[in-house]
Every structure is written in C-alpha cells, then in structure tokens.
C-alpha cells in the first residue's frame, strides 16, 4: 500500500475554559492516532459526546477556543509533499481547503449564511479553486448539481426556502464540487428521514467512486457504517478503542464496548429484549481513572482500574484498546 | 446571593469599578443627614468663595455651601431614580411576566403596546406634561409620569426570559395542580426573571435620573426641590462659567457621571453574569 | 395572507398604533389636568406686556378652540384630532399670528438634517468599530475603545453636550458653540454658508455622537462575538473564505439585522437627544423651538411640537420597518 493520506498521531484536544475563578478540562480527544488510505472510507462511531466531533474538527484545524491541542499531529499528503495541518500559515491552509480537503458539518441545517442566496456561498467556498471566469464556473456548480439530482434553481433560493433535506445535499454539492481528495463528513444523514438519507447516503458513494476520494464518515448509526465503511474506528470517551476492516469489527468485535454496541444491533428474527449499558457514560471533565470504560464493563479488573490499556493490534489491521479483548473468531 | 457577590467583586472588574463608584456616590448622599444647613436656606455663608478647606467645594453665588448642598441634591437625584425604577418595575414585571406567560394573542397585543412606548419620543411629552402642570409640577408627580412611560423596555427583556419558562416543567406541574395563574407568576416564574429585574433596574435609573437631571437644568421641574440638574440650573441662572465660579458646574456634574457610570458598569456586569454562556463556563461538572 | 404583504400590515398596524397611543397621551396629559391652561396660557403670554386687546381676545377664542372647552369631552377629542389630522394647531401665540405649523416646518429640517447626519454617522461607525472589537478580540486598541463607549454611554446627552460646550466654549474656544450658521450671514447656497452650517454641526453632531457610538459599539461587539460561534461562520472558516469576506457578509452582516431593529427601536431616545442637544447650542430645530416656546408659555407651539415629533419619529421608524426586509429574507417567509 502506498503512503496513507492522512496519519494523525498522538492527537490530544481538551476544551478549556475558566470563568470565575472555576476552571474546567474536557478532554475530549485524548491520545489518538489513526491513518487513513487513499480512496478508503473510514467510519468512525460511539455514543453521543464521545468525542467524534472533536477529533474530526481537529484533524480539519477547525479550531476554536476554548478547544486547544496540546499535543500530537495531524499530517495530510496530498501530492507528494506532507503538511502538517496545525503548523502551516493561514494562506497554506487556504489553499488546502476545499480544493484538497472538504468539510460536511454536523447539523448542516444551519451551516448555510441565512441571508444570503446559496449561489453566493457556492462562489466564496469553490470560485478560486476553479479558476474559471463567472459563467463557466456557474455552469460548473449546475453540472454538478444536476448529477446530485437537485435543480439548479437552488442557486437561487435563500437557505430557510430549502428543505433540510435540499439543505443537506446541497452542502454535499458544496462539499464535493472542487473534486476534493478528502472529505470529512459528521453526520451527514442523522436529521433526515429513512428515505432521503437513503438518498444522500448513496450519493456519497457514488461521488466518492467517481473521484477516489477519501472520507471520515462520523455516525453512531452502525448499521450506515455496515453499508459504507471500508474501515471503522469507535470511540469511547475522547479515545480510540478500536480499529479495524469494517467487516472484521462486525463480524468479531474485540473491545467490550464496541462488542456490546454491536450486539445491541437489531437483527431480523430477533426476539429476545436488548440489553442496555449499565451506568452514565463518564464525564470528560473528571474522568475515570485507568481505561474509561471500566465502571461500565463487564470484563473490568484491577489493571484496568490503574492503568490505561494501549492500543494493540490484536490481529493483522485490527487494533484494540483493552487488556482483557474479547476471544478472537476465527473467519 | 452573598457567594455571587463575592464572586464578581473578585472576578469582575467592572462590577468591582462599578460598585466602587456608586459607593463613593452614596456615601456622599448620606452625608447629607449631618448637614450643617437645611438644603433650602441660601446665603449662610460668603458667595463665591473657591474651594478651601473651610468649603472644600466652595460656595455658590447664592450663598450655600457647595459640599453640603450637593450632598442633599445627589441624595434627591438618586432616590427620585429609585422611586421611578421601583414603580416602573412593578409595570414592567406585570406586563412582561403576563405577555411571556400567556403568549399567542395576549403577547403580542402586550407587545405591540410595549413596542410603541419604546418609540415613542418621551422628551417632547414630558416637556408637555411640565407646560400644562407648571407650578403644580412635583417631584413625585415627576417620577410617576416617568414610570408610566419608561417601563417599556424592561418589559421587553422580562418577557423574553417568561417565555422560555412557559414551557418548563414546572409550568405544567403548577398548572395541573391547580395553581392560578397570578400564583404561578409570583411563585415559580418571579425568581427566575430577578437578576434580569436587578440589572434592568439600575439602567432604568441611569435612565430616568439623566431625563431628570435634564428636564431640571431647563428649568422644567420643581426648581425648589435641590437635584443635581436644579444645582445646575441655579448655576446657569447665574452664569456661572462665564463668571468664573467653575466649581459650582464641576462637581455637580463630575458626581452624577461617576454615578451614571457606575450604574452602568454594575448593569453591564450582572447581565454579563446572568448570561447563558458565562454561565456554561463557569458550571462545574 | 403570508410573506411581504402581511408583514407590511403589521408595521402599518403598528405604526397606527404608535400615533394613536402617542397623541392620546398628549390628550390625556393637557386635558385630565385640574389646570385651565387657557388662562394660564393667557397669563404668560401677556406678562411681557404689548398685547393688544384684540389679540387676547383670538387667543382665548383660539385657545378654546383648541382644547374644545366648548363640548363634552368626546367633542374635545374629536376636534383634538381633527387638528392633528390637518396640522393645524392654530397661530403661535408667542409669534402671533404666525401659524404654529409655519414655525415648526421652518425649525423641522434643522432637526431631520442633524439627526440623519449623527444617527447615520453614529450607527455606520459604532456598528463597524463594534463588528471590528468583537472579531478581533485581542486588538488592544480596540479594548480602549470599548473602554471609552462604556464610559460616554452612560452619561445622558445632555451632560456630554454641555461638557463639549464647556470645553469648546471657554476652555479651548475655536468651534462656533451656538447657533446653525454664522449670524446676519445670507441664507444662500453659497460655499460660503454651506461651511458654516457645517462647522456649527460639529458640536451638535460630535455630542450626539458620543453617547450614541458607545451603544451600537457594544451592542454590535456582543452579537459579533455570538455570532462568530454560529455553525455558518465556522463552516466559512472550514471553507477556506478569506477572512475579510468572512467578516463581512458573514458576521457583520447577520449582525447587522438586529442592530436594524435596535436603529428602529432607539429612534425615539435618539430624537429625545436631539432636542436637548439642539437647546444647548442653541441650533435652530424643534428643539429650541420647544424649550423657547415653554418659556414665553406658547401653548398650540408646545402641543405642536409634540404632537409633530410623535408622528415624524413613528414614520421614521415607518421607513426603517419597510426597508427591512431587503436586510433579512426571512421575514417575507414568516
Ligand atoms: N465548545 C465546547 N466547550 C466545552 N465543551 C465542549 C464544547 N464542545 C463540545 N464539548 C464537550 O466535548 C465532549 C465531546 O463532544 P463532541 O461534540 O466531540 O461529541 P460527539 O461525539 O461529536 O457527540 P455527538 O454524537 O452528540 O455529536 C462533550 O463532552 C462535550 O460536552
Ligand atoms: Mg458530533
């Protein structure tokens, strides 16, 4: 395999803030490395607060007090050269935006400017990548749009006059008109109803085909990451805990929580009731001592109570963190 | 209550700034219960004598000690601002509570009226009110004209903050078990809205003292009721500034801006406080 | 009914409402007082003497005309409208037999010429330092100048304009301090007068200024600093939009919509500022004209100019209301 496009290597992230005279850390992405292939779609999931958000929008350098980086890095190499993606100016970055790496936010009902017409917003983000006069690149967007099955007239409309789910594959077309080599998506199909999250989901794909791109995918819905994921990671409270092909997390997940996440799936012809996590996930402000998960897992002993267990590959391209895996099964 | 203080005295430094300043002013204003002269008595001392330490703010040219006669006049200026926040307070709460607790229609008649108080030029209306009433103008009478038109505002904010409490639980709970309306108002909505009410409060009395001061030195108050803006209409009266007599102008007017300003900073700072998003900040866990 | 047109009923609703309430509350303030103010109007007016009998004698006619003392008190507010209606308050009675409206639509454009000039001046500057303070937090000149807006806020116009009095009239005495041009000059469009009106706006306009940037300085600051937070400026950022453009017709922009409404809102207390500050440099608007007219105790000029000022601010606020929509798309949604 050649060079990944993207290695993030002991990346930590806390959210820091302090007003009268209380000061609080949230450490909401601790400690993770991950890397990525040309082309591959990498899913990334686990429970709400988690963390996803955090981690991706550190990985864009879409830095924002009171989140701060305190350590790692976050390498992209497009072309042959590798950037670091927190140490370069801001006109390097500029550069890079867009016509390299795109962005699809969470909760894109409201990442459209809500007075102005969405024809505006596709000319600040794309028009200097292009690098084609007014018309041309006009016809460039409608093209594009035309492929993603919405009606050019949305060029025209306002963002309140589309609905979210216009909205939503509207900000896909944003995301996807310069040909970007890399996509990171959060969330992209949680609002939206069954039927045009089908829709969108699909359109992903096939973009994704047509330009080889990759993509961060970020859900907590596993049965989309079934569906699109080549590769998947979980995270639990602001860490990694596992990492591996798609099909070898469903089929023989080895951390205790993304074994319960996936047992926890409906599957047809089930009839036995789930069984919910016991215990609040922990809070990132104080978190508990040694692995995270301990106070919830059922496997939990004393080591994990002092120490925080590494990540490991257990098996070729299957990494977890824990010191008591689940069993491996055999394919 | 006594925790928040101490927590914006230390992390606040325009709520610190600001109660400084309006502890200077009311220290002075209480002085005043040890003047030597009754506040209306004029020529007890020599005329326009500068400040000495026998009158540390000189004399007026009608003859009264600057330093004691400012005392009783910043002690009339602020509570005549706290006469007129406390009853606008009281329509300001009424309204903005009912508007904010009822919604739909009720809220927006409320406000539509509430909006128009807030356009509508006071000054003019004011000076309409002096003309008609002349020699029967009165402090008080002032102060509650005042009230009447200057609620508007508070309503405003105080209505927001209701709003967003209709649809909280204890609302509902309140309303199955049968508590009226006025009941629920006072009892569970009326806490929540105080700090907004606390930091409306002293803007309203920046407000009113600065139309007060204003109408005063025009003339269009009770000249013999001793106020800051009666000070400086007696001043005016004699040509001060063109005679010379600075100090009669100065320090009227260098005490009512510390007070104007330390209002305002305690009103900036306690709506800093009240804010959501400090508040988020500053909530452990 | 939906989008603009219903939009436009409400502000026309409003706008009716705005001017009934108002010119109730100058019904109500002249007419449930225990005063007569016929004779007292009298009263002062002939205090300076050189009345002549016949001229009393219209005044009181006028007068009662003008409260209707004559009817019931429905009567009264008929008639009280109906002067309302036509602008017709009757002749002055300091400026006998000048009519009011004469006087007032002479005074009238002083006034509007002041206020458009400091409230466009005072709005574009403070909302554009604001915008500036709250994008770029860490500029120590622009902390200094949140600084001075929070101390000049506070103080009411009319101290700041008789302390500008002060400074440029006696301590430092090189602006004209009074009036709206220089005294027995023609009234001509020449360069020559044109200067001068405009250096005896300085004064006038600076006072207003002061204590108005401060408010829009720190209310734009404060929307600026949320907004900078919302998911559509954070997504421009991502974006790769320049920084300026981001500024721009992102943040400033949508703050922008309410310091409209705020513009609207504060109409009024801005007019209130205008008429004081006209008094302290004697500049020849309305306000003057008010303050002189209760003075010589002219009665129909007083009412006048209340009832006058009440409608011009509630059509400015009008004219702001409709140009509204072009700012914000959403209302004609709504
Ligand atoms: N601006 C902020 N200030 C302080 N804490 C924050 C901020 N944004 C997020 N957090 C905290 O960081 C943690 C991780 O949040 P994040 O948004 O990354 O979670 P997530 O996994 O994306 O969740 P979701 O699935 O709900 O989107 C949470 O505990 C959250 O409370
Ligand atoms: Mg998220």
């Known amino acids: 395999m050649s060079e990944p496009v993207l290695t993030v290597s002991g990346l930590r992230a806390w959210y820091r803030t302090s007003a009268y005279g209380v000061s609080r850390e949230v ?150 008109v310069c040909r970007p080599e890399f996509i990171i998506a959060d969330e992209p199909t949680t609002a939206l109803d069954v039927v045009v999250q089908k829709g969108v989901l699909a359109m992903i794909h096939e973009i994704q085909r047509e330009l080889g791109s990759s993509i961060i995918f970020v859900t907590h819905d596993m049965a989309v990451h079934a569906n699109l994921t080549d590769r998947l990671g979980i995270m639990y409270a602001g860490r990694l805990v596992e990492e591996g092909r798609t099909a070898d997390i469903f089929r023989a997940p080895r951390h205790p929580y993304t074994a319960h996440l996936i047992a926890s799936l409906p599957r047809l012809g089930d009839t036995a009731p789930k069984k919910g996590l016991d215990g609040a996930p922990p809070n990132l402000a104080d978190p508990p001592p040694g692995c995270r998960f301990h106070p919830r897992c059922p496997r939990a002993s004393d080591i994990c109570r002092r120490e925080a267990p590494p990540m490991a590959e257990l098996s070729p391209g299957h990494r977890a963190a824990c010191f008591h895996p689940e069993p491996e099964r055999p394919a | 209550m006594g925790r928040i203080l101490i927590d914006l005295l230390r992390f606040n430094r325009q709520f610190a700034v600001g109660l400084v300043l309006l502890a200077i002013v009311l220290g002075f204003a209480l002085l005043s219960f040890f003047s030597p002269y009754p506040p209306n008595d004029s020529f007890v001392v020599p005329p326009d004598v500068p400040p000495s330490w026998a009158y540390p703010m000189g004399t007026t040219s009608r003859g009264q000690d600057l330093f004691w006669l400012l005392t009783f006049s910043i002690r009339n200026t602020l509570l005549f601002g706290v006469t007129v926040a406390l009853i606008s307070r009281l329509l300001a709460l009424v309204i903005g509570l ?145 005679a010379g007599i600075w100090w009669w102008i100065f320090f009227p007017v260098l005490l009512v801006i510390l007070a104007f300003i330390g209002l305002f900073l305690l009103a900036v700072s306690m709506n800093e406080y009240i804010d959501p998003r400090s508040r988020l900040g500053r909530s452990g866990g | 009914m939906t989008g603009y047109p219903l939009y436009l009923l409400t502000r026309l609703g409003q706008f009716a409402l705005v001017v009934f309430i108002g010119i109730n509350i100058a019904f109500i303030v002249t007419h449930a007082t225990p005063i007569d103010p016929v004779e007292q109007s009298i009263a002062a007016a002939t205090q300076f003497g050189s009345t002549s009998p016949e001229a009393i004698a219209l005044m009181r006619q006028s007068l009662k005309e003008l409260y209707g003392l004559e009817g019931s008190l429905g009567d009264q507010y008929v008639s009280f409208w109906s002067r309302v209606a036509t602008g017709d308050f009757g002749p002055s009675l300091s400026a006998f037999p000048t009519p009011v409206s004469t006087l007032i639509g002479r ?102 200024a002061l204590v108005g940037l401060g408010g829009w300085f720190m209310g734009m600051r404060s929307l600026v600093s949320n907004i900078v937070t919302e998911d559509y400026v954070a997504y421009a950022e991502l974006g790769g939009v320049e920084r300026r453009r981001i500024l721009g017709s992102y943040v400033m922009r949508n703050a922008l919509v309410p310091q409209v409404t705020g513009l609207a809102m504060s109409l009024g207390s801005i007019f209130n500022g205008a008429i004081i500050t006209e008094q302290v440099f004697g500049y020849p608007g309305v306000g003057t004209l008010l303050v002189s007219a209760v003075h010589v105790g002219d009665y129909s000029l007083v009412l006048g100019i209340t009832t006058v000022s009440i409608v011009a601010v509630s059509v400015a606020v009008l004219l702001i209301d409709l140009a509204y929509p072009l700012l914000d798309p959403r209302v004609k949604a709504r």
């Open chain 2, 98 to 242: 009912v508007a904010g607790y009822c919604g739909g229609l009720v809220d927006r008649a409320l406000m539509s009226i509430n909006d128009t108080f807030i356009v509508i030029p006071l000054f003019p209306i004011l000076v309409l009110f002096y003309f008609v009433m002349k020699d029967h103008m009165s402090w008080g009478l002032l102060a509650l004209m005042m009230a009447c038109l200057g609620w508007a505002y508070d309503a405003r904010l105080i209505r927001s903050v209701a709003l967003s409490l209709r649809t909280r639980e204890f609302t509902e709970t309140g309303i199955f078990s049968g508590m009226s309306m006025r009941q629920i108002l006072v009892e569970e909505h009326l806490p929540y809205v105080l700090p907004i009410v606390f930091s409306t409060t002293m803007n309203n009395i920046n407000w009113s003292i600065g139309l007060e001061v204003t109408l005063s030195v025009l003339g269009f108050t009770d000249i013999n009721t001793p106020t800051i803006g009666v000070l400086i209409y007696w001043a005016n009266q004699h040509t001060a500034l063109v």
């Open chain 3, 107 to 208: 005074a009238l454009p002083w006034t509007v010429a002041l206020l458009v000039v400091s409230t466009l001046l005072t709005w574009v500057l403070g909302n554009l330092l604001g915008g500036l303070a709250g994008y770029y937090r860490r500029s120590k000149a622009l902390r200094f100048a949140g600084i001075l807006a929070m101390t000049f806020h506070p103080i009411p116009y009319y101290i700041v304009a008789f302390l500008l009095l002060i400074v440029f009239g006696y301590l430092w005495p090189v602006l004209p301090i009074s009036g709206g041009y220089k005294m027995n000059m023609t009234r001509d469009w020449s360069w020559e007068f044109i200067g001068s009106v405009a250096a005896h706006a300085i004064l006038p306009v600076l006072s207003l």
């Open chain 1, 27 to 176: 450490r909401a992405v601790d400690d993770i490395s991950l890397s990525i292939a040309a082309g591959e779609i990498y899913g990334l999931a686990g429970e709400s607060s988690s963390g996803k958000t955090t981690l991706i929008k550190t990985i864009a350098n879409a830095i924002q007090p009171p989140l701060e980086v305190l350590a790692g890095s976050v390498v992209f190499r497009f072309g042959d050269r590798p950037v670091d993606i927190h140490r370069i100016s801001r006109e390097a970055l500029g550069k890079i935006r867009w016509k390299h790496l795109s962005y699809i936010m969470q909760g894109s009902m409201n990442v459209l400017n809500p007075v102005r017409r969405v024809r505006h917003t596709f000319f600040d983000f794309a028009f200097r990548h292009i690098g084609r006069p007014k018309p041309e690149f006009l016809q460039v967007v409608r093209d594009h749009l035309q492929r993603l099955h919405l009606a050019p007239d949305v060029l025209d409309a306002f963002p309140h006059q589309l609905s979210g789910g216009m909205r939503q594959r509207v900000t896909i077309a944003l995301a996807t």
